[in-house]
T-cell receptor, first 117, second 111 residues
């Protein structure tokens, strides 16, 4: 079974703090993603990565950065946390889609509920 | 306008009811269609996928894609309280390795 783990289930931080959210997958997947999920707004893509040291902005990258130094690990960084970054953060991974594949399945971690006070 | 619009819900049905969950989309390049189920305080998990048009059945669940209308549906027969969850549609095109998600529909099945 694919396993995606996130470093914390619950996190409370103060405004202005630097926050690191870590994600590790154990299936040698090429693609990794960071989302935030808010009521009424659904899943919004923050950043994604197709390979080590590669990253691309998603729909809402402002206030966030990412790091992918190893294939299995994708970190989300909040440089200076703000209260509007209080949210559920979900990490996901997926394999490279090959010819003949009929799905684009992503495998999600359990999420980190971040509260910024 | 969002690329993917999902019926917002919430939806509350009695046990045994047939449930229909729906999404529309605007990008005709989408070819891969997925439904995820998310239980409370958990990450989404893939429930079913369909490639291009057509129907796919898996037990009590049927996924349907109508590319001409840009409309996808998930049907749940004989719904159970354990089906209570948020259901997310997702879709992607041939080139992108990322998916576009609907906002989710929260379903409650009452015993």
């Amino acid at each position: 079974d694919v396993k995606v783990t996130q470093s914390s289930r619950y996190l409370v931080k103060r405004t202005g703090e630097k926050v690191f959210l870590e994600c590790v997958q154990d299936m040698d997947h090429e693609n990794m993603f960071w989302y935030r999920q808010d009521p009424g707004l659904g899943l919004r893509l923050i950043y994604f990565s197709y390979d080590v040291k590669m990253k691309e902005k998603g729909d809402i990258p402002e206030g966030y950065s990412v790091s992918r130094e190893k294939k299995e690990r994708f970190s989300l960084i909040l440089e200076s946390a703000s209260t509007n970054q209080t949210s559920m953060y979900l990490c996901a991974s997926s394999p490279l889609r090959l010819a003949g594949d009929h799905t684009d399945t992503q495998y999600f971690g359990p999420g980190t509920r971040l509260t910024v006070l | 306008q969002k690329e993917v619009e999902q019926d917002p819900g919430p939806l509350s049905v009695p046990e045994g009811a047939i449930v229909s969950l729906n999404c529309t989309y605007s990008n005709s390049a989408f070819q891969y269609f997925m439904w995820y189920r998310q239980y409370s305080r958990k990450g989404p998990e893939l429930l079913m996928y369909t490639y291009s048009s057509g129907n796919k059945e898996d037990g009590r669940f049927t996924a349907q894609v109508d590319k001409s209308s840009k409309y996808i549906s998930l049907f749940i027969r004989d719904s159970q309280p354990s089906d209570s969850a948020t259901y997310l549609c997702a879709m992607s095109d041939a080139n992108a390795g990322k998916s576009t998600f609907g906002d989710g529909t929260t379903l409650t099945v009452k015993p």
